[in-house]
Nanobody
Framework: QERLVESGGGQVQAGGSLRLSCVAAVGYDFSRICMAWFRQAAGKEREGIAAICGPNGNTFYHDSLKDRFTISRDRTQRIIYLQIRGLKPEDTAKYYC?????????????????WGQGTQVTVSS
């Protein structure tokens, strides 16, 4: 059974926007965990984009991306969103939702317990 399901990716031209969604299983307690978005482009390491944590939804961002990426959540619908603006060809990657940080930095992949299958974002020049 899938516990995290991403959607919203697609093929867009540079300068466009997308909103990615991650639907989380009912068992996650958003008030106690961190959830995050990562991406991995061809030939590159997996990169942490943003995380949202705890009862207040504190957010954390990769410094180089924070001007164009916004993470948010809907606790009632159990959805974590990633809004992307001003898409660039270098944003082309598979985007993954991660949940339930167990250890380490919020923007490092190794500490997250659960992962979705990802949604592909492809940006054309």
């Amino acid at each position: 059974q899938e516990r995290l399901v991403e959607s919203g990716g697609g093929q867009v031209q540079a300068g466009g926007s997308l909103r990615l969604s991650c639907v989380a299983a009912v068992g996650y307690d958003f008030s106690r965990i961190c959830m995050a978005w990562f991406r991995q482009a061809a030939g590159k390491e997996r990169e942490g984009i943003a995380a949202i944590c705890g009862p207040n939804g504190n957010t954390f961002y990769h410094d180089s991306l924070k001007d164009r990426f916004t993470i948010s959540r809907d606790r009632t619908q159990r959805i974590i969103y990633l809004q992307i603006r001003g898409l660039k060809p270098e944003d082309t990657a598979k985007y993954y939702c991660a949940a339930d940080l167990q250890a380490g930095s919020v923007l490092e992949s190794v500490g997250y317990r659960d992962w979705g299958q990802g949604t592909q974002v492809t940006v054309s020049s």
